[in-house]
């Protein structure tokens, strides 16, 4: 069962580095601080720890706005799924 909530940025672990476009950034960057974050990011919860794979560029955005949370879809999953994950 998933549901969405506000996760603190520095509690999501991001196992797979991505290489983000800057101007995708920025536009969302402007987007969030006009109107707030409309899509939340993809989270695996593993142990009552958080996994993000996905919303890459959402994360950054709010790294960069200096936001303390971001919106997340979370899914609790066993490590099976994780370790498939970073297969």
């Keep these: 069962m998933a549901r969405v909530q506000e996760i603190p940025l ?3 672990v ?10 995708k950034v920025q536009a969302l960057m402007e987007s969030i601080a006009s109107i707030g ?12 720890r958080y996994y993000g794979f996905s919303g ?3 994360y950054e955005a709010c790294q960069r706005l200096g ?3 971001i919106l997340a879809l979370v899914r609790k999953a066993p490590k099976s799924v994780l370790k ?3 297969a």
């Design 10 to 12: 520095n509690q999501i």
């Design 14 to 23: 991001r196992p797979l580095p991505r290489q983000n476009d800057q101007n």
């Design 37 to 48: 974050q409309q899509e939340p990011i993809d989270v695996l919860e593993v142990d009552g």
């Design 56 to 58: 890459c560029h959402r």
């Design 67 to 69: 936001k303390e949370t």
């Design 84 to 86: 498939m994950h970073l």
